[in-house]
C-alpha cells in the first residue's frame, strides 16, 4: 500500500459547487497535513496546515483530519474558476520528510 | 513571505552535458530540498540539505548530486544529463525540523536533447 494516495482526477465542476477532495494515508505516525495548490507552470503554494483530527476553516476552504480513518479531505465552497489548479496533499511525522499526493487537477467552469 | 528562486525556468541541455540547478532562498531557513514532478508519478524528492555542507539522499538520487556551500543557496548537479532527466525540477525551502511546511520555487523545466 503506498502511503498516501490520492484521488487521481481530473475533476471538473461548475462555479459555485461544493469540491470534495480527498487524500488517504497508511502511516499511523503521520502526524502534520498539508494542502498545496499548484497552478498551471508555477510551484506549490500551501494553502492549509494542521496537525489535530478535526476541521479547520480558512475562508472558503475547510481542512479535515480522521486520523482514526487515515483520511484527510480539503473542500472548497462557492468554487470560482480561479480555484482551477492542481491539489496536492502533503503529511509527514515529527522524524520523517513529507510524503506528497501524486494531485488531482481540478477546473471550475464559469 | 517566503521566496524561493530558482535561476532558470526553462532551460535545454544535451545528453553528456554537466547540468547545475540554482535555488535561492531568502527567508534564513535550515531545510532544503530538490524535486522532480512528473506526471502521474508526482513530486519525487532527489535530495535534501538540513544545514550548510550536510546532504541526504532521498527517494531517487541516482545521477544527481548536490551542494549546499552558503545557507541560502542550494545547486543541483546532473553529473551527465540524459533524456531520462527531462522533468520539472522544483525547488523548496523550510525552517529546521520536518513539521514544517516547505515553501517552493516557481520550477525549472529542462528538457534533455
Known amino acids: 500500500q503506498k502511503e498516501v494516495e490520492q484521488d487521481p482526477g481530473p475533476l471538473s465542476v461548475p462555479e459555485g459547487a461544493i469540491v470534495s477532495l480527498n487524500c488517504t494515508y497508511s502511516?499511523?505516525?503521520?502526524?502534520?497535513f498539508m494542502w498545496y495548490r499548484q497552478y498551471s507552470r508555477k510551484g506549490p503554494e500551501l494553502l492549509m496546515y494542521?496537525?489535530?483530527?478535526g476541521n479547520k476553516e480558512d475562508g472558503r476552504f475547510t481542512a479535515q483530519v480522521d486520523k482514526s480513518s487515515k483520511y484527510i479531505s480539503l473542500f472548497i465552497r462557492d468554487s470560482q474558476p480561479s480555484d482551477s489548479a492542481t491539489y496536492l496533499c502533503?503529511?509527514?511525522?515529527?522524524?520523517?520528510?513529507?510524503?506528497f499526493g501524486k494531485g488531482i487537477t481540478l477546473s471550475v467552469r464559469p | 513571505d517566503v521566496k524561493v528562486t530558482q535561476s532558470s525556468r526553462y532551460l535545454v541541455k544535451r545528453t553528456g552535458e554537466k547540468v547545475f540547478l540554482e535555488c535561492v532562498q531568502d527567508m534564513d531557513h535550515e531545510n532544503m530540498f530538490w524535486y522532480r514532478q512528473d506526471p502521474g508519478l508526482g513530486l519525487r524528492l532527489i535530495y535534501f540539505s538540513y544545514d550548510v555542507k550536510m546532504k541526504e539522499k532521498g527517494d531517487i538520487p541516482e545521477g544527481y548530486s548536490v551542494s549546499r556551500e552558503k545557507k541560502e543557496r542550494f545547486s543541483l548537479i546532473l553529473e551527465s544529463a540524459s533524456t531520462n532527466q527531462t522533468s520539472m525540477y522544483l525547488c523548496?525551502?523550510?525552517?529546521?525540523?520536518?513539521?514544517?511546511?516547505?515553501?517552493f520555487g516557481d520550477g525549472t523545466r529542462l528538457s534533455i536533447l
Open positions: 494542521t496537525y489535530s483530527s
Open positions: 523548496a525551502s523550510s525552517l529546521g525540523g520536518f513539521r514544517q511546511p516547505q515553501h
Open positions: 502511516n499511523s505516525a503521520f502526524q502534520y
Open positions: 502533503a503529511i509527514g511525522g515529527a522524524n520523517s520528510k513529507l510524503t
